[in-house]
């Protein structure tokens, strides 16, 4: 009886660790994080343009781009 006992209870913490593993591998859609995300792409997109314009007004620098992850 305790061999089932033990057995039913794993398979139990094991669904519930799947169930939560899942949950925050999703994450949450936060839709104050996704307006930033629109802005500094949009941002991105207009610097960008800035410099197809007007190259010569902005030298080049020996820097490579870095991207940084939105926090």
């Not at 960008?48 to 020996?62: D, G, I």
């Amino acid at each position: 009886m305790k061999s089932h006992f033990d057995s039913v209870k794993i398979k139990v913490q094991t669904v519930a660790t799947a169930f939560l593993l899942a949950i925050s591998l999703t994450g949450c859609n936060d839709p104050i994080v996704s307006d930033m995300e629109t802005e500094h792409r949009q941002l991105g997109n207009m610097v960008q343009q800035e410099l197809q314009k007007c190259p010569s007004a902005h030298p080049p620098t020996s820097q490579k781009e870095a991207l940084f992850p939105a926090k």
